[in-house]
């Protein structure tokens, strides 16, 4: 599988923004998010680095497809640079949140199947820019760099404002042969940088068309140049597949779109959530036809009904009335949409692509023609957008009047929350105590242990007089009366008789009701390896032999002892618990805290050298294995709670039966391994009253002990 990453500089991302815009009439304006958002989802990007955001602080914004992150500068500053990422929705499971280092620089880390993507989004100062400006930005870009780890692959996508021109001979471990224009000094100054850092510019390693290399045109030269470039290390540059210009992606900038096809996968993260279920439309009171096709599909389906089905099936047949039946008669509620545009988008997708197909032709060739055809292009989506902008506020007008004259406040809030339209949300980072933004995981942590220390460690002044209008209340030192030896013995006569005690007269019933509940006590979430398992095991049959007076030399197999005492094996019983909780947690809410902790998985952990310790997940694989139930059907199974333990139930019976099929066939074999003659014929060592043969003299001596005994 294949992923799509991108570098578009796009100018300004305030369009559309009240908040940001600082126009009155920006509510006509097309949101530029929502631009970007569906010229990226055309062109099936999976990441994209966004430069000159110009939004303020940090945030994100969910779109339809995507959702936007940005790092620019404070609110009191001016709306200069800014760079951000976006991120297509379906992948923000396998994402960090990206973290933004300066207005110009900006960090995502991704989560493959082949390992960690690490993005940078970086925008250059321009070439009139100030060597301290200019310094300033590659030392931050050469630090984020550092902080990177050497095991997760780099992409860096960015505007570097830098020609690096067509010398591959002078740089043959950066660039590649296929460059194009002259060398400047922005260009000089990233080939330093990558020669430094072991990196290549990939714009130059694939062979295509000259437009397909080139992003900007400068507006006086009508020159094209290639500023948007994307960089990799070399050691990684076999996952880089091709790298080339869209000219067709438009949302009125004078860049293009550069994307990198890579051979990446992206990890596929499990998340307990389940997928939620549409909503069935109300039927009001004057829809009567509805009403009416609905109670005539009832009929039909109960025409067909059958009295002796179970009571399962009866409540399959209900349900798929009251949901299926009823789908088909009123339908389903259409999805809300909180947007003026997206509204509006059946109305003017036509003249968004009639305007991008004239800025491609206009760019691919530019004439008085295409250019007045690219002017009128812009003036009718102008003019659309006006109107439904228009239409969609005095809607909304009428709409919160209306709730307002009925008293409807609920409904008053809904629509100016829907006014509003989507709202960024703001980030802030965590900061030491001179003011300085925590970048490091760890060092944040101690941080917060910083704060509630302090925060709790202040000592209270509490006045002795407050202490002394408390009232005093009994101290209750016991809550409950001991229990006598009497009730304790007839507690233990009203146990579950046909159990024989052993020497000690504890019975083997107390050993399942007392300790084995002990013993096992939390073992539903226990990873438990084959060695402690064994431990238990023969802590198990040492009490069940003790409590049974069965002693090693009577012989009786663990089967037998087993079976006397009428109790599955311990592993046996650690498994069931297992399972059983599995089950439980399985049927639970998805929104409930154990179903997301015991089916989620961490989105960065690092395992240290050597075996993985044994996962929970790894011992329930293990477990069903053992139990004969097929883990890929282990969720469909468990949904039925009746159905699921008389599985364990019988999982139970197949472990110990195969348990003791695997001891008989040990025993056997050791018994055949006795019973053959001495592999040299001069050694042997044979009973003289029996004629047994033994492997050894102290076996034989031992023996004839035994035999001596026996004979007399």
Not at 417 to 446: F, M, V, Y
Not at 583 to 599: A, I, K, N, W, Y
């Amino acid at each position: 599988m294949r992923m799509r990453f991108g570098t578009w500089n796009v100018r300004t991302m305030r369009t559309g923004f009240p908040d940001t815009s600082g126009s009155s009439d920006c509510t006509q304006h097309l949101r530029k998010t929502a631009v970007i958002d569906a010229e990226l989802w055309r062109l099936n990007i999976a990441v994209a680095a966004l430069q000159e955001t110009r939004l303020p602080d940090e945030g994100s914004l969910r779109e339809t497809n995507y959702t936007f992150y940005w790092k620019g500068k404070e609110s009191s500053e001016s709306r200069q640079h800014g760079v951000g990422f976006a991120v297509r929705n379906d992948l923000l499971s396998a994402i960090d949140d990206p973290r933004g280092v300066s207005e110009r620089i900006m960090t995502c880390r991704l989560s493959t199947s082949s390992g960690f993507v690490t993005l940078i989004s970086a925008y250059a100062p321009t070439l009139k820019s100030s060597p301290e400006s200019k310094d300033l930005f590659y030392d931050q870009l050469c630090e984020t760099l550092s902080r990177v780890r050497s095991g997760d692959r780099l992409i860096i996508l960015g505007d570097f404002n830098a020609r690096v021109g067509q010398s591959h001979a002078s740089w043959p471990d950066c660039m590649g042969s296929h460059g194009v224009g002259t060398l400047n000094e922005n260009g000089q100054r990233l080939l330093e940088f990558c020669s430094q850092n072991l990196l290549c510019v990939t714009n130059t390693y694939f062979k295509g068309k000259f437009m397909h290399k080139v992003s900007w045109k400068h507006p006086r030269s009508k020159h094209w140049h290639q500023l948007d470039t994307i960089l990799t290390r070399k050691k990684n540059l076999g996952d880089i597949l091709h790298t080339r210009t869209f000219h067709s992606a438009d949302c009125d900038t004078d860049h293009s779109l550069v994307v990198t096809t890579a051979s990446f996968c992206p990890k596929k993260i499990h998340s307990s959530r389940s997928i939620g279920s549409k909503k069935l439309k109300v039927p009001t009171s004057t829809s009567r036809d509805e009403i009416a096709s609905y109670q005539q599909l009832i009929k039909e389906e109960s025409a067909s009904w059958d009295p002796d089905m179970s009571a399962s099936e009866e409540w399959v047949k209900i349900k798929s009335i009251l949901t299926e039946t009823a789908a088909k008669a009123f339908g389903y509620k259409p999805t809300s949409k909180h947007d003026w545009f997206q509204e509006n988008i059946d109305h003017l997708q036509p003249f968004l692509d009639l305007k991008r197909q004239a800025s491609l032709n206009y760019r691919q060739n530019p004439t008085s023609t295409t250019r007045g055809e690219l002017s009128k292009a812009k003036a009718d989506l102008q003019r659309n957008v006006r109107f439904c902008a228009n239409s969609y506020w005095l809607e909304l007008c009428k709409s919160i009047q209306s709730h307002a004259s009925t008293g409807n406040f609920s409904g008053v809030y809904s629509v100016i929350k829907k006014a509003l339209g989507p709202l960024p949300n703001k980030t802030a980072r965590l900061k030491e105590a001179d003011g300085s933004c925590i970048l490091d995981a760890d060092r944040q942590l101690h941080r917060w242990v910083e704060h509630y220390s302090n925060l709790y460690s202040q000592p209270i002044g509490v006045e002795p007089e407050a202490v002394q209008m408390f009232p005093e209340l009994p101290v209750c030192t016991e809550l409950d009366a001991v229990p006598t030896v009497e009730q304790f013995i007839t507690a233990i006569n009203q146990l579950k008789r046909g159990k024989s005690p052993g020497i000690d007269g504890v019975l083997a019933e107390i050993l399942k009701t007392c300790i084995l509940s002990i013993l096992l006590y939390g073992a539903e979430t226990w990873t438990s390896y084959a060695k402690q398992e064994r431990r238990l095991n023969n802590f198990h049959m040492r009490c069940l032999r003790r409590i049974l007076d069965i002693s090693w030399k009577d012989r009786v197999t663990n089967e037998k002892v087993l079976s006397m005492a009428c109790i599955p094996s311990i592993t046996a019983l650690l498994k069931q618990r297992r399972l059983r909780w599995l089950g439980h947690v399985q049927r639970m809410e998805p929104s409930r805290l154990p179903r997301q902790t015991l089916l989620g998985q961490i989105s960065d952990a690092k395992r240290p050298v050597g075996r993985p310790l044994l996962r929970f997940k790894d011992s329930v694989k293990r477990d069903m294995v053992s139990f004969k139930i097929d883990r890929n059907i282990w969720e469909k199974l468990s949904d039925d709670r009746d159905s699921w333990r008389k599985k364990i139930s019988d999982g139970v019976v197949a472990h110990d039966s195969a348990w003791f099929d695997l001891l008989s066939k040990k025993r056997d074999l050791r018994h055949q391994r006795m019973a053959q003659p001495p592999t040299s014929p001069g050694t042997q060592f044979v009973c003289g009253r029996c004629d047994r043969r033994c492997r050894s003299r102290i076996g034989l001596v031992s023996h004839q002990r035994k035999c001596q005994s026996q004979t007399t």
